[in-house]
């Protein structure tokens, strides 16, 4: 992959850190999807998540170190007030349902409600899991895609943690995005800038020249006065010259 190192899930040093949140029903495969893409491990007989639990993948795009703090949560209705602390607070969501369980993605409606509610900016994908059960599927991809695009959702995947389907894909594209949304929001903070700073050396520009031309007007003025008084002087001037010679005659 071009550009693109994954990297220790214990490494360091970092960049730019990010929150994730995985939501969804519970009985989907959260947690086996979650250790799949992140440390590479499937079990089986994979227990239920109570409450939550943190994952963490690192990933280097660009040369910019992008941690991704990972929260699994449970899909058990004791814990919905705690998911939503979570969803608050992260960059970009992931929404699971299960292939071969209606009722699963029937309920995306009521998360994506949820997760709206406490943050509409969220960058949300959509992820199809256990697709390795394709005998038993009762929701079509065709379903799952519709759904992206009808509540214009960021993207849509089909996975499956058994079979390793797609599954890393998710964190990787997940990274990707937000590692663009970030780039995007620098440069237009960056333009920002750059417009601010245009209009302020503008109206710099404009205050010393109307400085200048006010100074001149004001220079024109002075010299329209001095011209004036000098006028005025000299034929003062010429009329006390004329008054003495009169006088030296007249002696």
Not at 147 to 167: G, H, P, Q, R, W
Request: overall charge negative.
């Amino acid at each position: 992959m071009d550009g693109i190192e994954l990297l220790p899930d214990d490494y360091q040093k970092y960049d730019l850190p990010f929150k994730i949140v995985i939501i969804g029903d519970s009985g989907t495969g959260k947690s086996c999807f979650s250790s799949k893409g992140i440390k590479n491990i499937f079990e089986e007989a994979y227990s239920a998540t109570v409450g939550f639990e943190c994952f963490t993948f690192n990933i280097r795009i660009n040369e910019k170190v992008i941690k991704l703090q990972i929260w699994d949560t449970c899909g058990q209705d004791i814990y919905r007030s705690l998911i939503t602390n979570f969803e608050r607070n992260s960059s970009l969501a992931i929404i699971v349902y299960s292939i071969d369980g209606k009722s699963s993605f029937k309920h995306i409606e009521y998360w994506l409600t949820e997760l709206k509610s406490q943050n509409p900016d969220i960058k949300i994908f959509l992820v199809g899991n256990k697709s390795d059960l394709e005998e038993y599927r009762k929701v079509s991809k065709d379903e799952g895609e519709n759904f992206v695009k009808e509540n214009k959702l960021d993207i849509f995947f089909e996975t499956s943690a058994k079979s390793d389907y797609n599954v890393q894909k998710v964190f990787i594209k997940s990274a990707k995005l937000l590692y663009s949304q970030y780039i995007e929001s620098q440069n237009e903070i960056k333009k920002k800038e750059e417009k601010e700073e245009k209009e302020e050396k503008e109206e710099k520009e404009e205050k010393e020249e109307k400085e200048e031309e006010d100074s001149e007007e004001k220079e024109d003025e002075e010299n329209d006065l001095n011209i004036e008084e000098y006028k005025k002087g000299k034929c003062s001037l010429n009329e006390h010259k004329e008054n003495d010679a009169i006088n030296f005659c007249r002696e």
